[in-house]
């Protein structure tokens, strides 16, 4: 059994754990904040390096399992039909309660909505084609969240390419990387933030490509550090929610937590209650690598 698969435990108790930081995030900052909630938003759940951890660990699980399959025409067709039914189901459920809060809650009185959620749930907004494109994932009207999706998507359609490309070559996969990452600084917010993002899900691909990274350990120190750049390197510079460079500081985090769950031993993240919340998040593309 390989490390990857001994470790799927851990990968999902990281996903849940970054779940948790995102959702209690946004749950504070829904409602016009105080100085405590934003400072407990903002400084104590970095829910922009909690995304980026999604978006690495999509990369690493989700190569682990088009390797497992193939790049045949059958295992590539495979692989987005799975990714289809992954996204688009849940997502459109998130849609329909957006739409009956626009509808039939948004009148009564209720706490005061900050601007940022506000704007999401604007009357004005519910055009032919800001819903058709919220229906396809590529805008996020009645659900905020909804840009990281548009992200997923993205790399999804393109992650067959990337895999196939950054698994010849260690000079090819290193190429990729680093054109991703000048793609990453120069595009800023242009194209709902997926030139932005497509480096992370770069490093995961390079992670589970490369073996000799999975057998990688940090240790302990180099997990804390990691961890603590996740959790605080934004706050030593005002930096704007997509700037890239804290972004792909923050990948290279992620990178290092996953490689030392994959190779280290971090029993601490078998614990039960965490086990639950990453269960509760289970993705369909785990699977095939515990099947291995």
């Not at 900052?29 to 390096?49: G, K, P």
């Not at 995304?51 to 045949?72: I, M, W």
């Not at 969240?145 to 067959?160: D, F, G, Q, R, Y």
Request: aromatic share 10%.
């Amino acid at each position: 059994m390989s490390a990857s698969i001994r470790n799927s435990v851990e990968l999902q108790s990281l996903r849940g754990i970054a779940a948790l930081c995102v959702v209690l995030h946004h749950s504070l900052r829904t409602l016009e904040s105080t100085e405590l909630t934003a400072f407990i938003s903002e400084a104590m759940l970095n829910a922009h390096a909690a995304v980026v951890v999604f978006f690495v660990l999509s990369g690493f699980v989700l190569t682990k399992s088009l390797v497992h399959r193939g790049f045949s025409l059958s295992a590539v067709s495979d692989f987005y039909l799975r990714r289809m039914f992954r996204i688009y189901p849940a997502m459109w459920v998130g849609i329909i309660f957006g739409t009956i809060y626009l509808l039939f809650i948004r009148a009564l009185p209720s706490p005061h909505f900050s601007l940022w959620a506000a704007g999401h749930y604007d009357p004005t907004g519910a055009t032919t084609s800001s819903i058709i494109q919220t229906l396809l994932g590529l805008y996020n009207y009645l659900l905020p969240p909804l840009w990281t999706i548009t992200v997923e998507i993205v790399a999804s359609a393109l992650l067959p390419l990337l895999v196939w490309l950054m698994s010849r070559r260690i000079g090819l996969a290193v190429s990729t990387i680093f054109a991703l990452a000048v793609l990453s600084l120069v595009s800023g917010v242009a194209a709902r933030q997926v030139p932005l993002y497509l480096v992370d899900f770069s490093f995961g691909i390079f992670l589970a490509t490369n073996p000799r990274l999975t057998r990688f350990n940090p240790g302990p120190w180099g997990m804390v550090i990691a961890v603590t750049v996740l959790m605080w390197f934004r706050t030593i510079h005002p930096w704007l929610y997509h700037d890239a460079l804290p972004s792909l500081v923050e990948g290279l985090a992620s990178m290092v937590v996953i490689a030392g769950l994959v190779a280290g031993n971090a029993k601490w993240m078998r614990m039960r209650p965490l086990v639950l919340l990453g269960d509760s998040l289970r993705r369909a593309e785990c699977a095939p690598i515990r099947r291995r």
